[in-house]
């Protein structure tokens, strides 16, 4: 397959040779705003030049084009922080991306386009397809799965969803419910809020990695926000661990009251149900949409991070996978405690306790400390403050 592609690679690159005076190498989008305008701007630098000009459009929406895209990169030297943005136009031994994309330098690198340059350029590219396919496994696989799993189990332990939980597991007992029907119950309410939340984050992952593909203002507002949010999150987090450990207060950062009667009312009403495993599903379903409202503040950082390592790929969507099934360790661990012990009471006492509590919002504070600095990192490279 390889060699079918490389073979493809060279035949399209004769051709335009053969019926062109100055080839074009143009990576980018179809909906960007900044491809369009790129594109308009080369038209219009044609009437400059005296001889023909063809464009090799190269459209980012294909796999195949994205590890073209890096080989590019990697032999005209583009900084790797503009990787990752487009448009990015080649012009013999040229390359302009949108930190330096000046018109009169676009025009003198037409009027000065070598085809013996060009050609030089090719050659390098064709020697890196083993180097280059490397490349890209190494910028998956640095971002580390312990870190999006960690997320998932600090997550899951989060007050805000390891109250409702045991909650639910309490309220089975008191109407009633035996062991069997407990673990079915909680194995499949499990599920559902698995399912809720894997489909949550699908549709942001693909929401967020839309705008940040279309928008380049997009980018520059988001970051900042998501840096200032996971900072503002991070302080808020260290304030509660010090109202609940020194002071006995509660939390800032919790659920609502009215939130948590909403999610009690939705337990309390299918917990009843004959078919307990339906209803478990059900409202572990529904649980999680009103759970999101907090638990949310965690998964949309983690999302940033994973788009931004892996961008919007079925690499992703493992790494969503990996820390949903981090979120819901928690509630079939209480459910296979509850099943074996027949009770749930002391990690009830443990975990509603203000010292529990207090121990959990500290631990979540140091995990937004470290979405801090990764979304400032983020933004900074977006701005192009650092490298």
């Known amino acids: ?51 023909d000009v063809v464009l090799n459009k190269f459209m980012l929406t294909e796999a195949k084009n994205q590890e073209l895209k890096l080989k590019y990169a990697r032999v005209y030297d583009i900084p790797e922080n503009q990787y990752d943005l487009y448009p990015l136009i080649f012009i013999g031994k040229d390359a302009f991306y949108p930190a330096n994309m000046n018109p009169d330098e676009i025009l003198t690198s037409m009027q000065n386009y070598s085809q013996e340059e060009r050609e030089a350029k090719l050659k390098e590219i064709e020697g890196l397809e083993e180097d280059v396919s490397q490349r890209l496994k190494d910028r998956y696989e640095q971002f580390s799965v312990m870190v999006v799993l960690s997320a998932g189990l600090i997550d899951g332990i989060n007050p805000c969803a390891f109250v409702v939980l045991i909650f639910l597991v309490s309220y089975l007992y008191y109407v009633g419910r035996g062991r069997n029907e407990i673990l079915i119950a909680g194995l499949f309410f499990a599920i559902g809020i698995f399912g809720a939340y894997l489909a949550m984050g699908t549709g942001l992952l693909g929401a967020v990695g839309y705008l940040e593909s279309i928008s380049k203002i997009f980018q520059l507002v988001f970051y900042p926000a998501m840096a200032i949010f996971t900072g503002i999150l991070a302080v808020l987090s260290i304030l509660d661990f010090y109202r609940m450990h020194y002071k006995g207060k509660k939390a800032v950062l919790e659920l609502s009251a009215g939130l948590k009667k909403k999610t009690h009312d939705i337990i309390r009403k299918n917990a009843r149900a004959k078919t307990i495993w339906i209803a478990s599903l059900v409202t572990g379903v529904l649980v999680s949409f009103v759970e999101f409202m907090c638990t949310g503040q965690v998964y949309l950082p983690t999302i940033v991070y994973v788009i931004n390592s892996a961008g919007v790929s079925a690499d992703a969507l493992g790494f969503l996978v990996i820390y949903n099934l981090g979120f819901t360790v928690p509630v079939i661990a209480i459910t296979l405690i509850a099943y074996f012990s027949s009770s749930t009471k002391k990690i009830q006492e443990y975990m509603t306790s203000t010292n529990a509590a207090a121990k959990i919002k500290l631990i979540m504070g140091a995990l937004f400390t470290v979405f801090f600095i990764i979304m400032l990192n983020i933004t900074f490279r977006t701005f192009n403050v650092i490298k």
């Open 1 to 51: 397959m390889k060699k079918y592609l490389l073979i493809s690679f060279s035949f399209l690159f004769a051709v335009s040779t053969f019926f062109a005076s100055v080839v074009i190498d143009f990576f980018g989008v179809a909906t960007c705003q900044e491809c369009f305008e790129a594109e308009m701007l080369l038209e219009s630098l044609k009437y400059e030049i005296d001889d």
